[in-house]
């Protein structure tokens, strides 16, 4: 078992910028490859960024591409996602979520997440 928690979301007007953190414990952390993905009222959870197991490799949304970066502490247990330039369209519950194993590289794909953050609310106003 691998347990996410969120944290650093908030309401920031557009084009303001915030940092959000996932913090992981329970197994080992490097053994995971990190997504985060976000949820908007009414619409279905949707892929935003992805980083491999060293951080080497990641992926992003090409809504977000330019404006978001993902970076994690395996040190820490820690996978962060800081999001500049934030719209009001990137209003949503956001999740962190780990993909086990070292190869396969990141996924944009939920299915391929087995452990689940609980969220954290982003709110951008216009």
């Known amino acids: 078992q691998v347990q996410l928690v969120e944290s650093g979301g908030g309401l920031v007007q557009a084009g303001g910028s915030l940092r959000l953190s996932c913090a992981a414990s329970?197994?080992?952390?490097?053994?995971?490859?990190m997504g985060w993905f976000r949820q908007a009222p009414g619409k279905e959870q949707e892929f935003v960024s992805a980083?491999?197991?060293?951080?080497?490799?990641?992926s992003y949304a090409d809504s977000v591409k330019g404006r978001f970066s993902i970076s994690r502490d395996n040190a820490k247990n820690t996978v962060s996602l800081q999001m500049n330039s934030l719209e009001p369209e990137d209003t949503a519950v956001y999740y962190c979520a780990a993909k086990f194993g070292r190869v396969g590289g990141v996924s944009k794909y939920l299915k391929d997440y087995a452990y689940w953050g609980q969220g954290t609310q982003v709110t951008v106003s216009s």
């Open positions: 329970g197994r080992t952390f490097s053994n995971y490859a």
């Open positions: 980083i491999s197991w060293s951080g080497g490799s990641t």
